[in-house]
């Protein structure tokens, strides 16, 4: 048996690795289901997204109203209401029950009941009340409603104020309605608006699923094509934990170098979404992030058994996951258990130092644990990738060995 030198060894296996990355590669473009996984859904599946929420808000949200007042007060308010972009009203109900039927039906999201005393209580210089009554199945349409009902309320009251105050000058009117002056600044999302909100959130979700979809989809073909239903096949070149390791994930980093391009920097500028992130820090945060989840996904590929069986097990944790990020519910309101629990996906701390670099413009040092923990989880990743590949070169020498023993016994008898 021919010994190689150290030297030998080296080239052979920096020739062996770019041999499965070439293989990989083409494997990839060549395979319908990973092709769909690795280009078509990182391409379309932004865009459906952002399409969806590119109105940012809610508009015209069909409201009713139950008037027992009927006055010009009330008319006034029910005016302005009507007047707001947010809100429209859609009809006149006579009383409570057909109001709720609209309400039931889906005609209106809610209800909007003024009482019979409304005039007469403001006259009297006493307090009255409007109810506002809301499918809270759509909290969006619940904001809508809320925010224009208190608008009104608020604009109405000053009026009021300065109706009976008995002021000379414009000025005394100002404090009278206003003694104490604020300025609402919304910052990092000044429209309020739900894409921006939610849809960074998602492009970095979508990369580390289609990974995890298309590198499963992947070990799945590789071990029904493999007569021992291995995950390694039988070749010398597929002889050594890290050129394969390595060589696989240099093929997905490459493909989703270009795909985080696309989705992260090109999506957010085609529907105008807030993009402020300097791009040297993006590209610094990305490297362990998609590294994190490339041999995050390796590892899990060692429990596809079919191509079939990654659908089944990584299609469900999307929006779980979501949840997880600590984005649509604040992190540091959720139970210690699924906040650490959390912490296993680089999702989690993806989306956090992708939102907060790309939204409100933070820099390496103002997202550091995020940024760490990224890099942890990429070296933690990586260490269980090799652990689980060296098993599987194990397994398929020894079935191969057990194969070879098994035919030597025929040939003897």
Same mark, same amino acid.
């Given at each position: 048996m021919?010994?190689?030198?150290?030297k030998?060894?080296?080239?052979?296996?920096i020739?062996?690795l770019?041999y499965?990355?070439i293989?990989? &590669?083409?494997t990839?473009?060549r395979?319908?289901g990973?092709?769909?996984? &690795?280009v078509?859904?990182p391409l379309?599946?932004?865009?459906?997204?952002?399409?969806?929420?590119?109105?940012?808000t809610?508009?015209?949200?069909?409201?009713?109203?139950?008037?027992?007042?009927?006055?010009?007060?009330?008319?006034? *308010?029910?005016r302005?209401?009507?007047s707001s972009?947010?809100v429209?009203?859609?009809s006149?109900?006579?009383d409570?029950?057909e109001?709720?039927? /609209?309400?039931?039906?889906r005609l209106?999201?809610?209800?909007?009941y003024?009482?019979?005393e409304?005039?007469?209580?403001?006259?009297?210089g006493k307090q009255?009340?409007?109810?506002?009554y809301?499918?809270m199945?759509?909290?969006?349409?619940?904001? $809508?409603?809320?925010?224009?009902?208190?608008?009104v $309320?608020?604009?109405?009251?000053?009026?009021?104020k300065?109706?009976?105050?008995?002021?000379?000058?414009n000025?005394?009117d100002?404090i009278?309605?206003?003694p104490?002056?604020?300025?609402?600044v919304?910052?990092?999302n000044?429209?309020?608006?739900?894409?921006?909100f939610?849809?960074?959130?998602?492009l970095?979700?979508?990369?580390?699923?289609?990974l995890?979809?298309?590198?499963g989809?992947?070990?799945?073909?590789?071990r029904?094509?493999?007569?021992?239903?291995?995950?390694?096949?039988?070749?010398?070149?597929?002889?050594?934990?890290l050129?394969i390791?390595?060589?696989?994930g240099?093929?997905?980093f490459?493909v989703?170098a270009?795909?985080s391009?696309?989705?992260?920097?090109?999506v957010?500028?085609?529907? $105008?979404?807030?993009?402020i992130?300097?791009?040297g820090?993006l590209?610094?945060?990305m490297?362990p992030?998609?590294?994190?989840?490339i041999?995050?996904?390796?590892t899990?590929?060692i429990a596809?058994?079919n191509r079939e069986?990654? /659908?089944?097990?990584f299609?469900?944790t999307s929006?779980?996951?979501?949840?997880?990020?600590?984005v649509?519910w604040p992190?540091a309101?959720?139970?210690? &258990?699924?906040?650490?629990?959390?912490?296993?996906f680089?999702?989690?701390?993806?989306?956090?130092?992708y939102v907060?670099i790309?939204?409100?413009?933070?820099?390496l040092?103002?997202?550091? &644990?995020e940024?760490?923990a990224l890099?942890?989880q990429?070296?933690?990743?990586?260490?269980t990738?090799?652990?689980?590949?060296?098993w599987q070169?194990?397994?398929s020498?020894?079935h191969v060995?057990?194969? *070879?023993?098994?035919?030597?016994k025929?040939?003897? $008898?």
């Open positions: 021919k010994h190689l030198t150290f030998q060894k080296v080239v052979q296996g020739h062996d770019f499965i990355w293989r990989e &590669f083409r990839t473009f395979d319908q990973v092709l769909i996984f &690795f078509l859904v379309v599946y932004p865009l459906i997204y952002a399409f969806i929420y590119t109105n940012e809610i508009r015209e949200v069909p409201a009713v109203v139950v008037d027992n007042s009927r006055s010009s007060l009330s008319r006034e *308010y029910l302005k209401v009507d972009p947010e429209k009203i859609v006149y109900c006579a409570m029950e109001a709720k039927l /609209m309400l039931k039906d209106a999201y809610g209800i909007i003024i009482p019979a409304f005039s007469e209580d403001i006259a009297r009255t009340q409007v109810s506002l809301c499918d199945s759509g909290l969006l349409y619940y904001k $809508s409603l809320l925010n224009t009902n208190t608008s $309320s608020l604009d109405m009251n000053a009026d009021i300065m109706q009976r105050a008995g002021n000379t000058t000025r005394q100002e009278t309605a206003y104490i002056k604020y300025e609402d919304t910052l990092f000044p429209a309020n608006g739900f894409a921006a939610l849809i960074p959130a998602v970095i979700l979508i990369i580390q699923q289609t995890l979809l298309g590198i989809l992947s070990a799945g073909t590789a029904e094509q493999n007569r021992f239903k291995d995950l390694v096949p039988i070749n010398r070149h597929y002889n050594g934990t050129r390791v390595l060589g696989k240099l093929s997905y490459m989703y270009l795909v391009v696309y989705v992260l920097c090109v957010p500028r085609l529907f $105008s979404l807030i993009q992130a300097q791009p820090v590209t610094l945060f490297l992030y998609l590294a994190a989840c041999f995050f996904a390796m899990a590929s596809i058994r069986t990654c /659908m089944l097990i299609v469900f929006v779980p996951l979501l949840f997880l990020s600590g649509s992190g309101a959720m139970p210690d &258990f699924w906040r650490y629990f959390s912490y296993i680089p999702s989690t701390f993806g989306i956090n130092g907060r790309n939204s409100m413009g933070a820099t040092g103002e997202v550091s &644990f940024y760490r890099w942890i990429a070296g933690i990743y990586f260490l990738t090799c652990w689980v590949y060296r070169i194990i397994q020498r020894k060995i057990e194969k *070879y023993k098994e035919y030597k025929q040939v003897v $008898s």
